[in-house]
C-alpha cells in the first residue's frame, strides 16, 4: 500500500454511549459501543445521526438548528460538556466516550431536560425587564441607548442556555439550588440594561447569598466549555464585588 493510499484510510471511530432510559422499569445504565468509519467533516451530531439510522433507532439525543445557536445537543464528549454539532471527529481519538450532561433531568441516553431547569432559574430570578409602575405606557418609544452599551448587553444575551456550564460546574453538585453561571450572566444583563428598573438591592436578594454570587468557587468550568465563550468569571467576579457593596450599604 503506498503511502497515500493510507493516509486516505479512514479512521475507524469507537463510541461508547451510556444508555438508560428512566420511563423504562427494565432500563439499566449500560454503556453500549458503536463503530462507525469516519467521514469527512463528520461531527458528533452527523455521526449520532448515522448511528441511530444504521446500527439503531432507538438512540436516544437532542438537536434543533445543527449551528450552535439552539444548544439542544449538549453532551457530555470524553468527559467535557459540549456541543455535538460543533464537535469534529477529527478532533478526536478514535474512542470517544459519550455520557448526558449531569444535573437535568435524564430524558433517555444523552437526552436531558435542560428547558425544565432554565425554565425554574429564569422565574426565580425573574429575568426578563421590569418596567417601573404598573401603568407603563408601553406605546412609548424606548430612550436611546448608547452603542457600547448595547453591545455590552447584547454580549451577554448571546447564551443559547444549552448547560453546558451548569454541567461543568463543581458548585451545581454540591448546591442544588444554584443558579449556576448562565443565571447570574443573566443577572448581570439585567443590571446593564437602563430600562430595568430594579436596583442593587433587588439583585441583592435575587443573587446575594450561597445559592447565587457568593456560592461560585471560582473553578472556572463553566467559562471553560461555553459554546459562546462568554466571559461569564468576569461577570461573576462584577457581581460578587457589587453585591459585597450592597450587602455592607
Not at 428512566?22 to 462507525?36: G, I, M, Q
Amino acid at each position: 500500500m503506498t503511502e497515500s493510499a493510507a493516509t486516505s484510510t479512514p479512521r475507524k471511530l469507537r463510541f461508547h454511549v451510556l444508555r438508560h432510559d428512566p420511563r423504562d422499569k427494565a432500563s439499566e445504565p449500560h454503556v453500549e459501543t458503536f463503530e462507525l468509519e469516519e467521514a469527512a467533516g463528520m461531527t458528533l451530531f452527523i455521526a449520532l445521526n448515522e448511528i441511530r439510522e444504521r446500527l439503531d433507532s432507538s438512540l436516544a439525543f437532542d438537536f434543533v438548528c445543527r449551528a450552535g445557536i439552539c444548544g439542544s445537543c449538549g453532551m457530555v464528549v470524553n468527559g467535557r460538556p459540549g456541543l455535538a454539532c460543533r464537535t469534529l471527529t477529527k478532533d478526536l481519538p478514535a474512542d470517544i466516550t459519550l455520557a448526558p450532561l449531569p444535573a437535568f433531568e435524564l430524558i433517555a441516553d444523552l437526552s436531558v431536560n435542560t428547558g425544565k431547569w432554565m425554565r425554574g432559574m429564569s422565574e426565580r430570578l425573574e429575568t426578563w425587564v421590569h418596567s417601573l409602575g404598573q401603568d407603563a405606557d408601553l406605546d412609548r418609544l424606548e430612550e436611546r441607548m448608547e452603542p457600547e452599551l448595547a453591545d455590552r448587553i447584547y454580549e451577554l444575551d448571546r447564551c443559547i442556555e444549552g448547560g453546558c456550564c451548569v454541567a461543568a460546574c463543581g458548585t451545581a453538585r454540591m448546591r442544588e439550588d444554584f443558579v449556576g453561571a448562565v443565571g447570574l450572566n443573566k443577572i448581570a444583563r439585567f443590571r446593564l440594561d437602563p430600562r430595568d428598573s430594579r436596583s442593587d438591592e433587588d439583585f441583592y436578594e435575587l443573587v446575594g447569598t450561597d445559592d447565587g454570587v457568593f456560592g461560585c468557587m471560582t473553578l472556572l468550568g463553566c467559562q471553560d466549555v461555553c459554546p459562546k465563550e462568554l466571559p461569564l468569571q468576569t461577570q461573576i467576579a462584577f457581581l460578587r464585588r457589587k453585591m459585597v457593596r450592597t450587602g455592607l450599604s
